[in-house]
């Protein structure tokens, strides 16, 4: 398997945790030590305070979300990826609508045999709601 696919199935899993609704879940495919650097919000550092903006995401209506690799450059223990997201909430009749979207930068790290995410940067490609 290349890196590229690799680095898509980690993402697939993160995926899966946001259908599940489980920021925990979501969450743990991060390094203890991680930071996620959101588009026009501070840091947050470590997997508790990633699992509390998880958290927020799904309260606010997020069901769906979608990443694709575009770009990944690294070895076996380190990679670079670039990316993009589509984020989706449901609508009262069911259906589902995009309502964010973007592109991302994520360094990974491999540990005990997983890729792990230790820095995850992204911007919307759409204005930040006032």
């Not at 990316?83 to 491999?110: H, M, Q, S, T, V």
């Not at 995410?117 to 006032?130: E, G, L, Q, T």
């Amino acid at each position: 398997m290349s890196l590229k696919d690799e680095l898509q199935s980690a993402q697939n899993g993160l995926a899966a945790a946001f259908c599940a609704r489980d920021a925990v879940r979501a969450a743990a495919l991060y390094t203890d030590d991680a930071c996620l650097m959101p588009d026009g919000l501070p840091t947050f550092h470590g997997r508790a305070a990633i699992g509390q903006f998880f958290g927020g995401a799904i309260e606010q209506g997020i069901v769906e979300a979608r990443f694709t690799t575009e770009e990944a450059d690294g070895d076996d223990q380190q990679a670079l990826e670039v990316g993009r997201y589509e984020l989706f909430a449901a609508l009262p009749n069911g259906e589902r609508e995009c309502i964010d979207d973007g592109r991302y930068f994520i360094a990974w790290r491999k540990i005990d045999g997983a890729w792990r995410i230790a820095r995850d940067m992204f911007n919307r490609y759409r204005p930040i709601p006032a």
